[in-house]
């Protein structure tokens, strides 16, 4: 029998993302103008590309789906403020590729003002673009860059005849990022259903898992449940480590077998619409945590439940990730992989053996979502609307000086967390992490 399919959230509208331009815009000086191209196609071998995926900063503003589009905003222009260019319709590529929006279609579709073919980009740039002092790009595109400086040039050229090229270029990516970092309801009804999602698959793979599978075939499970679900696929490489690959923070090969007695770290998430979901669970393979597995996880466990409640409007991240260090350097000290003062070892690191990164990253449109962790060098306070994981993990060496019993055990635990007005709201909760509940799950008795 195959699984329940979860309803759809509503896409978002047409006037979400008109609101976002508008708000891009109404930052920016009146005389300019911002230039921001699409993804475009990449080959993946001879003549077949990779699975096409759209720029996310690209599709925050515009919602177009399609490779080799181009966007301009003209703050002020009569004729309309959101310009497209974008893939020419072609009835012969069409029968190979799919039907193409064309200019008509991404102005019926997609709410923009006015759209042009890319047939006619060569001719109308320059025209669209005179008179704009200052443009906004993002400047670590080397193909954007190379094109307004193409633009600029021309412009230049014709200065006798009146034309006024851009005398500056600035960066609107962080301007776009700022803008991404709170997340929309429209937006969070996308991510609650990337992490139901991404819930879903992890229980399966709870169920599925047995020894003698091997990494690949948990892989297997998960991203099927993706993709039966409606998502594009893992919104990044999915993680499956069983037993010592588990120490390994991103170790993807996944081709080792699940051995009995062993824990399997998966760390995956599914992607929709280009929204990331992002979990991992530690669970034993043979369905009953050891003595020694369960105590480290316990260990993380209460370090990530305290981090998870911690999540409200005016709390750090930086906060956060404090006192998960705390926890955990206590917890090791309380089980023999560390010895001393808490304070001491982590004013001396030595508790970065055994946790390696930091508790928390932003998620959206990017698994390592953007948006500034700092303001003016200081750590800057969660305000709702913004989404944030909460991971925190310990990972013991295979090392002859820690005792036998803990060596090569790794253990993450890992939610995606809402800001929420009075407190947070945990997008994956319907995947267990308690030690009972797992092993509930897990009976085949």
């Known amino acids: 029998m195959h699984p329940e399919i979860l309803p759809r959230p509503a896409p978002i509208t047409h006037d979400e993302y008109r609101a976002r331009r508008r708000a891009l815009m109404d930052r920016l000086p009146a005389d300019s103008a911002v230039l921001l191209p699409g993804a475009a196609l990449v080959t993946r071998s001879r003549d077949s590309e990779f699975p096409f995926r759209q720029d996310s900063d690209f599709h925050y503003l515009t919602g177009f789906p399609e490779p080799e589009a181009l966007l301009l905003l003209l703050p002020g222009r009569e004729a309309g403020e959101s310009v497209l260019f974008c893939q020419d319709r072609d009835p012969t590529l ?12 991404a102005v ?3 709410g923009i003002d006015q759209a042009f073919e890319n047939a006619e980009r060569e001719a109308r740039l320059a025209e669209l673009l005179d008179g704009r002092h200052a443009l906004y790009l993002p400047l670590g595109d ?18 006798r005849r009146g034309a006024v090229a851009p005398s500056a270029f600035a960066d609107v990516s962080e301007r776009i990022h700022e803008q991404r970092l709170c997340k929309s309801e429209a937006e969070l009804a ?3 259903h990337a992490g139901a999602i991404s819930a879903r ?7 599925t898992a047995r020894p003698g599978l091997m990494e690949r075939q948990l892989q297997a499970e998960l991203e099927h449940e993706f993709r039966w679900q409606g998502g594009s696929g893992p919104a990044y490489a999915s993680i499956v480590g069983g037993g010592l690959n588990a120490c390994v923070l991103h170790y993807i090969e996944n081709h080792d077998p699940l051995e009995d007695g062993a824990l399997v770290l998966i760390d995956a998430g599914a992607e929709f619409d280009l929204y990331a979901g992002d979990i991992t669970r530690t669970f034993p393979v043979n369905g009953r945590f050891s003595e020694a597995q369960r105590a480290l996880y316990e260990v993380v ?23 998960v260090v705390h926890d955990l350097t206590a917890g090791l000290i309380e089980l023999g992989l560390l010895e001393g003062d808490v304070e001491a070892r982590i004013d001396d690191g030595s508790y970065k053996r ?17 948006g500034a962790y700092r303001l003016e060098g200081q750590p800057r306070t969660l305000r709702p609307g913004m989404v944030l994981t909460v991971e925190p993990g310990l990972y013991v060496p295979a090392a002859a000086d820690l005792p036998v019993a803990f060596r090569g055990i790794g253990i993450r635990i890992e939610d995606d967390v809402a800001v929420t007005p009075d407190g947070h709201e945990v997008l994956t909760a319907e995947v267990p992490k308690r030690v009972a509940d797992i092993e509930a799950l897990m009976d085949r008795n």
């Open 94 to 105: 069409e029968a190979w590729t799919g039907i193409r929006l064309g200019a008509e279609g």
């Open 108 to 110: 019926r579709e997609h």
């Open 142 to 159: 080397a193909e954007a860059l190379a094109l307004a400086e193409e633009v600029r040039g021309e412009l230049a050229g014709r200065a």
């Open 190 to 192: 996308l991510m609650r």
């Open 201 to 207: 698959a992890h229980v399966r793979a709870m169920r």
């Open 301 to 323: 466990l209460a370090a990530q439940e305290r981090a998870v409640a911690a999540v409200c409007p005016g709390v750090t991240l930086a906060t956060i990730h404090e006192g």
């Open 354 to 370: 055994f946790y390696l990164h930091s508790t928390s990253h932003w998620l959206g449109l990017d698994v390592h979502d953007v």
